[in-house]
């Protein structure tokens, strides 16, 4: 979500304009996403808290649109160009904030009263009849008079929630309907007929914003030895990808795409195998940015056996917060930039990329 939105010192915008000129079909850009993104699907835990300026909020309201959504007293179908200051579109809260806050929900819980599932689309003239009603009584009126209005924009119909003690579990309820109506759309406008992306594609692909190929992740093929020193550098990938778009490291392949494989890797770890290998690679990259909470949301590891040698596929998440790393002492903030890594230290230009980008 926001693909086309973020700002800093490469653009996706620019690799898909490329991609498209290059391949000529829309594949393609969808590629370009997989590459990005370890999974199409949204989960209702992204959308605990995400406000009116989450992409998610744009796309429930074009899902609410292409549902037919209407508004709940003139039965008007909305869209958000509607004429007059009457009419003009709201986001109203379906449990008013009024109401809210005499429950305490001020401070610590203002981001649970103003998020995306308390929000509906109403037209200002219906969002000054409803002030500070209670849900529990305008919501049947309008069940009585439009049968189909709360499910067009993915409001619970069971009265029981409604009550304002079942606050909470209202919102969770409609989080996972709203993930689910999210995915449906997004399963039928991108998944038929687009092949998947085989592992000696990407292999063969240059590297790009979202994809980097590295021969090795702690011996020196130059050297012909053991250098921990290297790791590092594997884990600027990582945090530049979790700072930018989110995208794909394949290790064990040149630059040119030769496939070296990892077994140099695994020889060197205290095992001498892939399973000493795996438990060094998570527990030194875990350390280094925040621990196995923060390793399980933004990385997916995968390897692959081609010409008898075994790669890995990492796949790197867009992390919802910056990643900063600690080198010599000093937090670094590093992003994708084209093909490569790139080092933010300046204070202001952090800033800018920060208010940006998250």
Do not use: C
């Not at 590295?214 to 050297?223: M, T």
């Not at 979790?242 to 494989?261: C, F, K, M, R, W």
């Not at 350390?287 to 196995?292: M, N, R, T, V």
């Amino acid at each position: 979500m926001g693909r086309y939105t973020r700002r800093g010192k490469s653009s996706p915008l620019e690799q898909d304009i490329v991609a498209v000129t290059k391949e000529k079909n829309s594949e393609s850009l969808i590629y370009n996403l997989k590459r990005e993104v370890r999974n199409f699907e949204v989960t209702a835990k992204e959308l605990e808290g995400a406000g009116i300026t989450s992409p998610f909020f744009n796309m429930a309201f074009v899902l609410a649109k292409y549902n037919g959504a209407i508004d709940w007293f003139n039965g008007n179908k909305l869209h958000s160009n509607l004429l007059g200051d009457s009419y003009k579109l709201h986001k109203h809260h379906i449990f008013p904030k009024a109401i809210l806050k005499k429950m305490g929900y001020t401070r610590d819980k203002r981001k649970m009263k103003n998020e995306l599932a308390n929000r509906a689309f109403l037209t200002a003239r219906a969002n000054k009849q409803i002030l500070a009603s209670e849900p529990i009584d305008y919501l049947k009126e309008v069940m009585a008079r439009y049968p189909n209005a709360l499910e067009q924009q993915f409001v619970p119909t069971k009265e029981v929630l409604w009550q304002k003690e079942n606050f909470e579990e209202f919102l969770k309820i409609r989080r996972e309907k709203i993930a689910k109506a999210i995915n449906t759309f997004m399963e039928n406008l991108i998944a038929k007929g687009v092949p998947e992306l085989s592992i000696r594609d990407l292999i063969n692909s240059d590297e790009s914003f979202n994809l980097e190929l590295k021969s090795s992740f702690a011996y020196d093929i130059k050297e012909d030895k053991s250098n921990k020193e290297l790791r590092n550098s594997v884990l600027k990938e990582i945090a530049a990808f979790a700072n930018s778009g989110g995208g794909t490291l394949l290790l064990g392949v040149e630059n040119n795409h030769n496939i070296l494989g990892l077994s140099k890797d695994f020889s060197i770890t205290h095992r001498k195998d892939k399973d000493g290998f795996i438990q060094e690679f998570t527990q030194f990259i875990e350390s280094e940015i925040g621990g196995l909470n923060t390793f399980k949301r933004l990385i997916e590891l995968k390897f692959h056996v081609l010409d008898s040698k075994e790669i890995l596929e990492i796949r790197i998440d867009k992390s919802q917060k910056p990643l900063f790393l600690k080198i010599n002492g000093s937090k670094i903030l590093y992003i994708r930039d084209e093909n490569r890594v790139v080092p933010l230290t300046d204070p202001e230009e952090i800033n800018e990329y920060i208010k940006d980008n998250f």
